[in-house]
C-alpha cells in the first residue's frame, strides 16, 4: 500500500463487500486461503478512492463559499436569543 493513501479509505475499502470474496466485507471474509485476494482488493479500492479525493479537491474559493453558507444556516436555525450577537 503506498503510504500517502488516505488511512480512513484503507477503513471504507476493508468494510465494503465484494462480489470475489462472497458479498462479504474484507474484513470477514479474509483468512489463509485468500489473504492475496482480500488485500489486492482492499489496495485497488484504497488507491482509487484516494485517487478520486485528489481529483474532487475544491478550489479555496469554493470551500470558503461553502463555509460562509453553513455558518449563515446555522445563525438561521439557532433559538433567538443565541443568534443575536
Not at 471504507?12 to 485476494?37: C, F, S
Not at 485528489?54 to 433559538?79: C, I, S
Amino acid at each position: 500500500m503506498p503510504r500517502s493513501i488516505d488511512t480512513w479509505h484503507i477503513y471504507h475499502a476493508l468494510l465494503r463487500p465484494y462480489d470475489a470474496l462472497g458479498k462479504l466485507p474484507a474484513i470477514e471474509a479474509v483468512g489463509p486461503t485468500n489473504l492475496h485476494l482480500a488485500a489486492r482488493l482492499v489496495a485497488a479500492q484504497s488507491i482509487e478512492a484516494d485517487e478520486l479525493a485528489a481529483h474532487a479537491d475544491l478550489p479555496m474559493h469554493a470551500r470558503q463559499t461553502v463555509q460562509q453558507l453553513v455558518q449563515k444556516a446555522m445563525m438561521v436555525d439557532a433559538p433567538e436569543d443565541l443568534a443575536a450577537p
